[in-house]
């Protein structure tokens, strides 16, 4: 049994991650705000990860033997966290993202979170403290309403009333990854002993075009698009620039990924489901 410690880990795949390691029957402890319970035989810790003292103050004499930061945006964060648990934990796995590989984020909001994310890595990267792993997401998808960021129901909604979708004349391949998927490559991660960035992706890329199609077959519709300019911002995992993943070191590793083609419909169906019930209620 290992002492396990999740930073978020409140909602979506984070979720997933917590009681796979519960379990397996593993101890373990969320830590947050207090935004959320944890689930039935998990602990849970309430403090504010960017107060240090009270950080400090909450987790006592706690150490664990891994550490899974689900929430670290920023190198101050990341600063935060390298000295609170230097010497509480041995190995510490934070979950980044693709678009640290992203060349041109369209907006000031995506520019800063891809920079945030590089930079938090760099932090917990450089002389650590502990054993650091870098997880670089590809795009979660699957999960319905549990999928709050919208972007798979962004497409599933205008195609199904006939709206048209935003996307670039010549659209680049991007990685994706299901959101159990992740779960599993999260918990998998904190069981071995490799550092460093690794990518986690799903076997197979996918365009907006593709992306479309797909979802026009299970709504029943085929899809409406608007071309924009190369440059111009437009729908979720519309690219005009190339950074899809290679997974290649974590197969390597011995990591065995689903296949897109497999597990996609199923995720378009969830949404699907999601937004017929939205409508009716």
């Known amino acids: 049994m290992k002492k396990i410690l999740v930073i978020g880990g409140s909602r979506y795949f984070g979720k997933h991650l917590v009681t796979l390691e519960r379990d397996a029957g593993n101890e373990v402890t969320v830590l947050n705000r207090g935004s959320a319970v944890p689930p039935r ?18 987790l006592g004499e706690r150490t664990f033997d891994v550490v899974f930061d689900q929430v670290c945006y920023t190198p101050g964060q990341a600063e935060t966290a390298r000295r609170v ?16 590989h992203d060349p041109a984020p369209p907006t000031p909001e995506a520019r800063a979170y891809a920079e945030g994310k590089r930079r938090a ?4 990267g450089a002389e650590p403290a502990f054993g650091h792993v870098a997880v670089r997401a590809a795009h979660v998808l699957g999960g319905g309403r549990a999928e709050f960021t919208g972007r798979l129901a962004h ?3 205008r195609s199904g009333a006939g709206i048209p979708v935003a996307v670039h004349e010549a659209p680049y391949p991007t990685s994706f990854i299901h959101h159990h998927e992740i779960a599993r490559f999260l918990h998998w991660a904190g069981q071995r002993d490799f550092t460093g960035p690794v990518n986690a992706a799903s076997h197979g890329e996918l365009d907006v075009l593709g992306l479309s199609g797909a979802v026009g077959e299970q709504v029943g519709r085929a899809p409406l698009l608007r071309t924009v300019a190369a440059g111009s911002e437009a ?3 519309s690219f005009d620039r190339a950074y899809a993943m290679d997974n290649g070191r974590a197969a390597a590793l011995g990591f065995r990924f689903g296949r897109l083609a497999d597990w996609l419909p199923e995720a378009i169906g969830e949404s699907a489901a999601e937004s017929a019930a939205a409508l009716r209620a």
């Open 85 to 100: 648990f230097a010497g509480r934990t041995g190995r510490y796995v934070m979950t980044s993202t693709m678009e640290v």
């Open 121 to 124: 890595e760099a932090v917990l």
């Open 235 to 237: 729908s979720p995992f």
């Open 155 to 157: 497409y599933v909604e």
């Open 41 to 58: 035989g998990v602990g849970h810790v309430i403090a504010d990860r960017e107060d240090e003292a009270g950080l400090r103050t909450a």
